[in-house]
Structures are given as structure tokens and as C-alpha cells.
């Protein structure tokens, strides 16, 4: 195959933006000793409030046991803490500590202003029509279709 193909230069530059940004991303939790699963938690915590830990695999797509291990770590560090859900004791509810909330606003503080300085490599105008080009990519991406 040779030529110039414009679906696929336009995947690859997506793969491209996508590596850095989680490239400088991974490098801010390496400061703050945490990985990138262990911010995931965090993120989904910080945006939702407490929630069980079913409900916590369900967001990030885990297995159960995948995230009892996230969390069994990220307590360690003091970042989240598990309480039994007063409607069925059976079951876990997990929230972040004061220090969590730290850690994940600052991480996020940080990114959203990294990525906010994406769009200054735009005018207003060619930012609008990105934004709405790469949203109907987006939806197209999500059709089904074999791979």
C-alpha cells in the first residue's frame, strides 16, 4: 500500500495527539506517585461523588477484582477509603480522602489547563470547525463496523 491515504493520516495524527498528551499527563502523576489507572479512579470519584465499588468497575470498564487491587494501592497513599454502604453492608462504598480531592484536583487542574493551551495553536475559527469535524468522527467511530 502507497499513496496518500487521508483516513489514515487522520487516525494517525489522532494516535499522535492522544500519545503526547498522555505522555505529559503520565509524567505530572509520576509527581504526584500515582499511575494512570490509579487517576482513573480518582477522576471517576472526583466527577461522581462515592460510589460502590460494582458501580466504580461498571465506570472504568474493569473487572472487580481489577479494581479492588486500584484501591487496595490508591488507600495506601491515604488517596481514597472504603465504607460499608449503610443500605446493604454487604457491599463497599469508596470516596476520597481530603488528600485524594487534593491530588485529583490538582492533576486535573493541571491537564485542563495543558489542554485548554491546545486550542491556542487555533483561531477561534478553525478550533470550532475541528471540534465539530473530529465530533463527527467521533460518532462515526461508534457505529458499528468490522475491524
Do not use: C
Amino acid at each position: 500500500m502507497s499513496g496518500y491515504d487521508p483516513g489514515f493520516e487522520l487516525w494517525s495524527e489522532i494516535r499522535d495527539i492522544y500519545r503526547t498528551a498522555l505522555k505529559r499527563l503520565n509524567a505530572r502523576l509520576a509527581v504526584e506517585n500515582i499511575t494512570f489507572p490509579q487517576y482513573n479512579v480518582l477522576l471517576a470519584l472526583g466527577r461522581n461523588g462515592p460510589m460502590q465499588m460494582s458501580t466504580l468497575g461498571e465506570h472504568m470498564l474493569v473487572a472487580p477484582a481489577n479494581v479492588t487491587g486500584l484501591i487496595d494501592r490508591i488507600e495506601a497513599k491515604g488517596y481514597v477509603r472504603r465504607r460499608r454502604d449503610p443500605n446493604d453492608r454487604r457491599l463497599w462504598v469508596i470516596e476520597l480522602t481530603q488528600e485524594g480531592v487534593r491530588v485529583y484536583k490538582s492533576i486535573s487542574t493541571r491537564f485542563r489547563q495543558y489542554a485548554r493551551g491546545l486550542g491556542l495553536s487555533l483561531p477561534p475559527g478553525e478550533l470550532a470547525a475541528a471540534i465539530a469535524s473530529l465530533d463527527k468522527v467521533r460518532k462515526r467511530v461508534k457505529e458499528p463496523a468490522e475491524l
